[in-house]
């Protein structure tokens, strides 16, 4: 049976998520801010949680009804059919959120639908449970859908050092893929904090699945098939000549981004050294992607600094680089035009730690 399954994607990336996905073989039916839309059954949930680098999380889209008032929802929320997608013995909780609709208190139709599948179906209602149902009222139409992932699927399981200002790997991901990568180039990293970038380029090329070590809220779900998700998760790792390159002037960083990839699988992929951007070096590789994630004043660092910081980092990029593509990800337009490198026309900005950035690109240099 085919349902609506739900996407969220980091604002502004939106139609990439919806690129990788198509290109996985999904179903995709829309795209609408903050999220990219399938269709398909509970399959491609655990695929999309498994394969898709971009998604935040994945959401199913379990049933829709009108309530115009508390007693209203009541009842339809005990009619509903819980048992096909619940389990009796896993604890649930509930969050609902309402718009423009006669039913205004959220917390009272929280209490309503969890106190609905409670008595009806009998599965414990838990602050901190593994299943949780969202209820959205707008227009006083209820949706319902079920957050088949738990954990945000950043979390992978491999990076336990973090660093300053760590970019999400799902972000990272995204942003790799909107710059062209396809898992096909080496990719260096002149200020490469945790390592995101450069792993996550690894993982890409040695087709690494995101979620391979992870759990995932689904396992808890009603007509969850183990052996087939085991069957799904067996996917043989590509053989890649291909390197990543990572460099920071920080040796706690260097080496925090070392066993990170060791984590990931991908040590043997992945060379991390210490360096400052002045000293950054060309591999011995064919070109490829040079992506950086420097500090920007929002964040870190001192702006009248950063000017400086990053035209040393594009006369070096110039200099050094030449026939390899530039991604760089700031908040401020300023600290681009200050590489003096060719950025392509930007596109929208993109929500990064409360923070509005804007990834710039370039052609071959």
Known sequence: ??????????????????DEARAAGFTVTGTLPGGVTLEGGWPDVWRANLSLRGATRVLARIGTFRAFHLAQ???????????????????????ASTKRSKIYHAGAATQRIERAIGEELGAPIAADAPVQIKARIDDNLVTLSVDTSGESLHKRGHKLFTGKA?????????????????????????????????IEAAEIAAGLLPGRDRGFAFE????????????????????TALRFYGSDRDAGAVRGATENA?????????????????????PDDPPGLVFINPPYGGRIGDR?????????????????????????VTNDGGLAKATGLPFLPPGPPIAHGGLKVTLYRTDPL
Not at 1 to 6: G, Q
Not at 220 to 239: C, E, N, S, T
Not at 262 to 281: M, N
């Open 262 to 282: 060791e984590r990931a699988g991908v040590g043997a992929l992945t060379r991390f050294t210490r360096a400052p951007v002045s000293e950054v070096a060309r």
């Open 166 to 198: 760590p970019m999400r790997e799902t972000l990272a991901s995204l942003m790799l893929r909107a710059c062209g990568y396809t898992g096909a180039e080496p990719v260096l990293d002149p200020m490469c904090g945790s390592g995101t970038f450069p």
């Open 220 to 239: 808890h779900l009603a007509g969850f098939d183990a052996a087939a998700f085991a069957a799904m998760k067996d996917v043989p790792r590509r053989d």
């Open 73 to 95: 929802l009541d009842k339809r929320a005990r009619k509903f059919d819980w048992a096909s997608v619940l389990r009796p013995d896993v604890p649930v909780r509930v969050e």
């Open 1 to 18: 049976m085919a349902f609506e399954i739900f996407l969220v994607a980091p604002p502004g990336l939106e139609t990439v998520l919806a």
């Open 304 to 328: 009248k600094l950063l000017f400086g910081l990053h035209g040393a980092l594009g006369t070096v990029l110039r200099e050094r680089f030449a026939g390899w593509r530039v991604g760089l």
